[in-house]
């Protein structure tokens, strides 16, 4: 992420990707898309990205707009920092060592999802240029959701189930009655 990125009502542009690449080391590219997607950051994030700028700008008499945002010692952050740092959390915080930075990834997902966020928007928040992807991918925590739903319908249905019950015993007790 370079500082012409950020923009303000706190908008990210995600325009290009930084990864390695066995033989050939860190790689920037186009994102797997090919194009531009917008992400709102949260004021927390915004704000710090903001301090930040302050401090290079402060460290380094002035930025550019090409600048990269993260850098250590003046160099680009190697693209595999963050998975460390976050191995290092989960594993201070006793999380499963099969967790992983895509476990974020669909934990995000799902937790937009179940909370509400159109599927649309959701696909957009993860890069996908459709929703097709994201339902084959992270729609299942939706099952949940319909089983609540289902649950809804029982607890309407419940009372008509209860009073049924009880004709039906009126019924055969007044048969038994009979016999």
């Given at each position: 992420m370079r500082w012409r990125?950020?923009?303000?009502?706190n908008?990210l542009?995600?325009q290009h990707?930084?990864?390695t690449v066995?033989?050939?080391?860190v790689?920037?590219?186009d994102t797997?898309s090919h194009r531009?997607?917008?992400v709102?950051l949260?004021q927390l994030?915004?704000?710090?990205?903001g301090?930040?700028?302050f401090?290079?700008i402060?460290?380094?008499?002035?930025?550019?707009?090409?600048d990269?945002?993260?850098?250590?010692?003046g160099?680009?952050?190697?693209?595999?920092t963050?998975s460390?740092?976050?191995?290092?959390?989960?594993?201070r915080?006793?999380?499963?060592?099969?967790?992983?930075l895509?476990?974020?990834r669909?934990?995000?997902?799902?937790?937009?999802?179940?909370?509400?966020?159109?599927?649309?928007?959701t696909a957009?928040l993860?890069?996908?240029?459709d929703?097709a992807?994201?339902e084959?991918t992270?729609?299942h925590?939706?099952d949940?959701?319909k089983?609540?739903?289902?649950?809804?319908?029982?607890?309407?249905l419940r009372?008509a189930d209860?009073?049924?019950?009880?004709?039906?015993?009126?019924?055969?007790t007044?048969r038994q009655g009979?016999?």
């Amino acid at each position: 992420m370079r500082w012409r990125d950020l923009h303000g009502g706190n908008q990210l542009l995600i325009q290009h990707s930084r990864s390695t690449v066995v033989g050939k080391g860190v790689i920037e590219s186009d994102t797997k898309s090919h194009r531009t997607r917008v992400v709102v950051l949260p004021q927390l994030v915004y704000d710090y990205l903001g301090e930040l700028l302050f401090n290079q700008i402060v460290e380094n008499n002035g930025i550019h707009p090409d600048d990269l945002i993260f850098t250590h010692k003046g160099k680009p952050v190697h693209p595999d920092t963050f998975s460390r740092h976050l191995r290092k959390l989960y594993d201070r915080n006793g999380f499963p060592k099969d967790y992983h930075l895509h476990t974020m990834r669909h934990f995000f997902a799902t937790y937009l999802l179940e909370n509400g966020t159109s599927k649309q928007v959701t696909a957009d928040l993860l890069g996908h240029a459709d929703t097709a992807f994201l339902e084959r991918t992270y729609c299942h925590p939706q099952d949940t959701c319909k089983e609540q739903a289902a649950g809804l319908l029982d607890t309407v249905l419940r009372p008509a189930d209860a009073i049924a019950w009880e004709q039906e015993q009126q019924l055969l007790t007044a048969r038994q009655g009979h016999q």
